[in-house]
């Protein structure tokens, strides 16, 4: 696919794109060439595609407040209100926020270097987003509205920020640092209820720091946790098209038991996103395997939840697989370990073995259910509504409601709320009762506080 091939420019690893190396040491600076930039698309969405929204379109929304979260799993706030721009409402619960201080925030560093943004540049961003652009449908203006009037909480359970900041970077390089400024930039994507999300980072380059990878860059990722509480937490692991590349490498593994095991500084929540596709992967089998296993041993080994891509194709089955490797951890140790089924777009009976199986296994549903068939749809409403979770998998499954008020083609964190829409009409509930279930079952599986 054409478009394909523009995503092949060269990865910058995101702290050093404005030219810079690490400000605090966290990063050595290299001088040596990046290689190409090769996106994971965790769930072999098209680039090129967006899903379609089950209701119509767009309003313009709030701006989420940032903090600063030194102790950010026992002492989180829920203090802070954001304005609507025009529904004058207030956020009223938000998971792990701290009261701004702008005393202690980072300053956000410019794409260009020796420039700045002015406080009235950024209003000018804002109010620049709000136009409705040429690819805009009106149809979607109630849509939004709605989103934006709802005062139930969600959160977004699985995306990865470092693939939405390569993406919007390559598009907009003079703009972008990371989610502060996709939430000011974009306040529409981000209904005020929108509490925060559970970033996944899957692709070793970016945090191990291995002679062979010029893609590390802990500093931007250490910069985001610290600058932003939207982030109620992180997942850690190696994807399995990447697993050839790092099942062998002693750093990745030495690297990821290091991170699991100092949980306050990276924010960890989990293990993952792991597993085995067979869909279209360049890995073999065997590293696949091995990868798995081995993650699934660190789950028990730091007693957290389990993040698992399992993907179908013509080299077989990856349910049998995940689930053999699963069996026998859960053999050796004991069979209640949390598992996120990361973005289900399997059967009934597919569910039903996972349940069998894994007595603590929730699925987690991104914007693919705007297209599901028949027999996806369901599996969603027979599985029942405290094993759901609400995930984006961003940059992927844009939903077209937020066409035309946000990045093309870019899912940000805030439009999970419209695949709850879709699990609401299916299961027929509120949306409301979706957004409240989605959110507590999420508090649950990654045990996080909530007042």
Not at 37 to 66: H, M, Q, W, Y
Not at 281 to 308: G, N, T
């Amino acid at each position: 696919m054409s478009s394909q091939r523009s995503f092949q420019e060269m990865y910058q690893p995101p702290a050093r794109r404005s030219g810079g190396g690490s400000s605090n040491g966290e990063t050595p600076p290299r001088n040596n060439r990046p290689p190409p930039f090769e996106p994971i698309n965790c769930c072999g969405e098209s680039e090129d595609s967006f899903v379609d929204s089950p209701a119509k379109s767009t309003t313009n929304s709030l701006r989420s407040s940032n903090s600063n979260s030194s102790n950010w799993r026992e002492r989180p706030q829920l203090d802070v209100k954001r304005t609507s721009l025009d529904l004058s409402i207030t956020d009223k619960c938000n998971i792990g926020r701290q009261k701004h201080n702008s005393s202690r925030r980072i300053p956000v560093v410019t794409r260009t270097a020796g420039q700045s943004r002015s406080n009235s540049s950024l209003e000018q961003e804002r109010n620049e987003s709000y136009v409705k652009e040429e690819n805009f449908n009106v149809q979607y203006e109630m849509t939004l509205r709605k989103y934006h009037s709802t005062d139930v909480p969600y959160i977004d359970s699985h995306c990865h920020t470092d693939f939405i900041f390569n993406m919007l970077h390559r598009k907009y390089p003079e703009n972008h640092v990371g989610i502060t400024d996709w939430v000011d930039k974009y306040p529409a994507a981000f209904p005020k209820s929108f509490a925060g999300f559970i970033a996944n980072f899957i692709k070793p380059g970016l945090f191990v720091n291995d002679t062979e990878s010029s893609e590390y860059d802990m500093e931007w990722i250490l910069r985001e946790l610290e600058e932003s509480g939207l982030y109620i937490g992180t997942t850690w692991g190696c994807h399995p098209h990447q697993a050839e590349t790092w099942w062998k490498k002693g750093t990745f593994w030495t690297t990821l038991d290091h991170i699991l095991s100092n949980v306050s500084k990276y924010k960890v929540l989990a293990v993952g996103e792991c597993g085995i596709d067979l869909h279209r992967c360049e890995s073999s089998l065997e590293s696949q395997k091995v990868v798995f296993d081995k993650h699934v041993a660190l789950a028990y080994k730091h007693k957290l939840p389990l993040v698992v891509h399992c993907r179908n194709g013509k080299q077989g089955n990856s349910e049998d697989e995940c689930l053999k490797i699963l069996k026998e951890q859960m053999e050796k140790n004991h069979p209640f370990l949390k598992i996120h089924r990361h973005c289900y777009t399997e059967n009934w009976s597919t569910a039903q073995r996972w349940l069998k199986q894994c007595p603590d296994v929730h699925f987690g549903f991104t914007g693919a259910v705007l297209s599901f068939n028949e027999g996806q749809i369901e599996a969603i409403r027979r599985i029942p509504l405290d094993r759901i979770l609400l995930e984006t998998d961003g940059p992927y499954f844009k939903p077209k409601c937020f066409e035309g008020i946000a990045p093309s083609k870019v899912c940000l964190p805030g439009m999970a709320i419209a695949t709850a829409e879709r699990l609401a009409e299916i299961k027929n509930v509120p949306l409301e009762e979706m957004l409240r279930a989605t959110y507590n079952n999420a508090r649950r599986v990654y045990q996080v506080p909530v007042f």
